[in-house]
C-alpha cells in the first residue's frame, strides 16, 4: 500500500511539472510519515521508475499516434528495449 502510493504521489507531482530534486524532497518527507517508512532504497527504486515513465509519457505526448496505436503499446515496447 506504502509503494503504491508513493508511485500515486510521485506520478502525480511528476506530472505536474515539478523538477526532480522537490518531488524527490516532497517524496522523502512524505515518506517520514509512514510507520513504518519505506527503506530508503526502496523508496529510490520507486522513485527512479516513475521518473522513467514519467519521462517516457512526455515523449510520447510529444507526438500524434495513429489510431491503430496506444500509449500504453508505444511505452511497453520503449521500456522493452531499455
Known amino acids: 500500500m506504502r509503494n503504491q502510493s508513493a508511485t ?3 506520478g502525480h ?6 523538477a526532480e530534486s ?3 524532497e516532497i517524496l522523502s518527507q512524505w515518506n517520514t510519515k509512514n ?3 519505506i527503506e530508503h532504497s ?5 522513485f527512479d521508475s ?9 515523449v510520447i505526448n510529444m ?8 500509449s500504453e503499446m ?3 515496447n520503449i521500456l522493452k528495449s531499455l
Request: proline content about 8%; hydrophobic content about 50%.
Open 8 to 10: 500515486k504521489l510521485a
Open 22 to 24: 522537490e518531488v524527490w
Open 35 to 37: 510507520n513504518p517508512p
Open 50 to 58: 516513475v521518473k522513467k515513465l514519467e519521462s517516457i509519457a512526455v
Open 74 to 76: 508505444v511505452a511497453c
Open 63 to 70: 507526438f500524434r499516434l495513429p489510431d491503430f496505436l496506444t
Open 13 to 18: 507531482l511528476f506530472a505536474k511539472g515539478i
Open 42 to 46: 526502496e523508496l529510490r527504486r520507486t
